[in-house]
T-cell receptor, first 112, second 115 residues
Framework: DQQVKQNSPSLSVQEGRISILNCDYT??????FLWYKKYPAEGPTFLIS?????DKNEDGRFTVFLNKSAKHLSLHIVPSQPGDSAVYFC???????????FGTGTLLAVQP | GAVVSQHPSWVICKSGTSVKIECRSL??????MFWYRQFPKQSLMLMAT?????????EQGVEKDKFLINHASLTLSTLTVTSAHPEDSSFYIC???????????FGPGTRLTVL
């Protein structure tokens, strides 16, 4: 049972344009959502997070939007840069533990 | 952010042998650490929660006798893959929580290849 899903396995964007990565979840107990960036053979790097009490969080070029009623979140990167090319995972956590449940990942390719 | 290290970064072993992977929090103490496994082009799957001074908590479907976890100190957790088989070949990553944004800090991972 995949509780966190990223339906787009890959995304290609031109440099300077906006990248929008989407994520859906099914467990209403999740109360914190995070985005990680990952290169092959490396551990994930934390990008940005959002609490379920908010609907938007912004940090530089990265903005995360949360739609609780739709159980959907998205990561916007603008402007996109070639160095942003990587696999992006959304993750969710909630309840008494700090366990992170990861989505399936989206490979972002930013074309120069 | 906090730094988590793993050792070794890669290991190749023969089928039937045991392999130990270390996870260290370098600049902070961690009463809890997590172990994940990632198969090629797949998501990170949580295997177990390592608890300092007590038994690890394993996720459903993960064999606790095969994946032995020891959290002997506040800065070190070890994962031992016992009697490794080729299907255990994977990328193993540890993490330690939580940061100020509820994030976990991940180690660089260990690539295990069982021949």
């Amino acid at each position: 049972d995949q509780q966190v899903k990223q339906n787009s396995p890959s995304l290609s964007v031109q440099e300077g344009r906006i990248s929008i990565l989407n994520c859906d979840y099914t467990n209403s107990m999740f109360d914190y959502f995070l985005w990680y960036k990952k290169y092959p053979a490396e551990g994930p790097t934390f990008l940005i997070s959002i609490s379920s009490i908010k609907d938007k969080n912004e940090d530089g070029r990265f903005t995360v939007f949360l739609n609780k009623s739709a159980k959907h979140l998205s990561l916007h990167i603008v402007p996109s840069q070639p160095g942003d090319s990587a696999v992006y995972f959304c993750a969710a956590t909630g309840g008494a533990t700090n366990k992170l449940i990861f989505g399936t990942g989206t490979l972002l390719a930013v074309q120069p | 952010g906090a730094v988590v290290s793993q050792h070794p970064s890669w290991v190749i072993c023969k089928s039937g042998t045991s392999v130990k992977i270390e996870c260290r929090s370098l600049d902070f103490q961690a009463t809890t650490m997590f172990w994940y496994r990632q198969f090629p082009k797949q998501s990170l799957m949580l295997m177990a929660t390592s608890n300092e001074g007590s038994k690890a908590t394993y996720e459903q479907g993960v064999e606790k006798d095969k994946f032995l976890i020891n959290h002997a100190s506040l800065t070190l957790s070890t994962l031992t893959v016992t009697s490794a088989h080729p299907e255990d070949s994977s990328f193993y990553i540890c993490s330690a929580p939580p940061g100020p944004y509820n994030e976990q800090f991940f180690g660089p991972g260990t690539r295990l290849t069982v021949l």
